[in-house]
Structures are given as C-alpha cells and as structure tokens.
C-alpha cells in the first residue's frame, strides 16, 4: 500500500488483495536489497545478545542505540 502496488484489506478471511502497480525500481535494486539484508542482520544480531545477555541488557541497550553511560541518570 506504501508504494502504490496494492490494494485491499488484510482484515478479510480470506485476506481481499489487489496487485494495482509495479514496485518502484530502487526496491528492486540488488544493492539496495543487499544492504537492507545487512542492515536487518545486524538488528537481529543485537536482539539475539539481549535475549542471550546474562548480565547488564541495560549497557546492550544504551550501546545499540549510542547512549553514553555519562548521560545516563
């Protein structure tokens, strides 16, 4: 729906969809979709250490998203 590719509900039973256009190019572009690969694998990896994480998941968190401890309080 984001791109204008489909329409439709999802609600439905069965879901009632729609193919009303094609993907935009660059969603098709195999760099970009490389890149959004290693993006998403990294993300994962991160959620794996926070489930995994036997110790402070607070310093996971605040290193993920690049919190300092200094700002911390």
Known sequence: ERYGVI???WEDEPPQLAI???LP???CDPNRLAEKHRRD???LH???QLVRCDG???KLIHEYFGIGQETVG
């Open 46 to 48: 991160a959620l794996v």
């Open 41 to 43: 694998q990294l993300k």
């Open 20 to 22: 009303v256009g094609e």
């Open 56 to 58: 402070d998941r607070r």
């Open 25 to 27: 190019p660059e969603l």
């Open 7 to 9: 329409e439709g509900s």
